[in-house]
């Protein structure tokens, strides 16, 4: 055999024994492999699905499950995206985190993505901790895998990140009368909630195969995403699933991303609307085409379709079910920017201290004060998560040693969180809880 011939052997050797790092694990649904992620000694499964495609006779129900598959299934590509209107380029957000976006929109969107260390898949005994991310978005934009998230750096500290796609706007989240008729409960609407749900579940029941820990599970969501962690922690379908929870930029006790209006409001306001643009049948509803829903949705107003008080998945509002003590009985770490989309500092405390009036376990509370370089911005809404999943880098901003060391940092708290319950290192606990005796708040901001 020839040197070129050896050298030829040897290299398909070795791939062969890095693609090996890579098992093949069995979900709901069939058979899947990761693939290895730019960090090397991480495997990442991209576009998971945990329900069933909600097109046809499905747009507009409650999540279905995973229709199965027949061989290996390679998760190696993100998932397409719910239909939305997006941010251009030009814009604010656009040109901060839009600016590289290549998307395909579809209502085929229920699809989820896991990082984790490459020698913890299919080890069912590592039990490793999970964070579940929900991303934000006003519940109307957004998805699981935005230039921001990723889960190389998350996974390098020993902690499996989820994320995922949900529907939105008025994909996930019309009620009307007709489709209300069609449920044994007489509700409808809160698909996008509904969707997080199944999501959630799909992790508790399947995250083994990937060496998690079904029972160490932390919600942590930013903006709408920190109001849909609200929901899931007060809903009675979420009951027993979550450990932790982290609301970021969301408020606290008080009116933002809230989810105050009743049933009967929004069959109201789903049904003026749907009559208003021509459909007065369900079935001209479910045969229109998404495009022309997404157009009549961005022409109407898009704050009009978020979740509601059904009294089935959302029984009461946040602030109800804190008040009642109706609350996950979870680790709570709940914070915001310097410079957020309103003022959310009052809502924040009297969420912490209604935690520890009520003897609860105590919320840790957090501020982030870097206000980026590269423009006169400020800390604005949405800062920090170029610093929680360490991917400054892909910024267009100039970012300097000071952020890079921020961010390990921020992401230090934030995994020490997921891990144990508190965002300090065992034995130091400098970041202190927020008490009635003592509101501390941990502000994070260069050196």
Known sequence: MT??????????????????QNFVVKVDGGLIQGVPSAAGDVTVFRGIPYAAPPVGNLRWKRPQPVVKWNGVRMADTFSNICWQPGNAVGTFYGNEFYWKEQTVQSEDCLYLNIWTPADAVGYQDKKLPVAFWVHGGAYFNGYGHEITMDGDAWAKRGVILVTINY??????????????????????????????????????????QFGGDPDNITVLGQSAGAASIKNLVSSPMSKGLIRNAVLQSGGGIGSFG?????????????????????????????????????????EEGMGLFRPHIDCILLTESFDDAAINQHLADANYMIGCTLDDIRPMGKQIDEFCFLRDSLDHRPAYQYLFARKLPGTHDGAFHSAELWYMFHTLDRSWRPMTQADYILADEVMDCWTNFVKYGNPNKPGNESWKPFTLANPFVMTFNVK
């Open 258 to 298: 809230s989810s105050d209006n009743g049933q009967k409001q929004a069959e109201k306001t789903g049904k003026k609307f749907m009559k208003k643009h021509g459909y007065k049948k369900l079935k001209e509803m479910r045969a229109a085409p998404a495009q022309e829903l997404l157009k009549i949705f961005k």
């Open 3 to 20: 040197k070129k011939q050896l050298a030829l052997l040897a290299a398909c050797l070795m791939a062969t024994l890095a693609w090996g």
């Open 167 to 208: 529907r939105l706007g008025i994909f996930g989240f019309l009620a009307h009368p007709e489709l209300s008729a069609e449920t044994t409960d007489g509700t409808s609407g809160n698909y996008g909630t509904y969707d997080q749900v199944a999501a959630l579940k799909w992790v508790h029941e399947n995250i083994t």
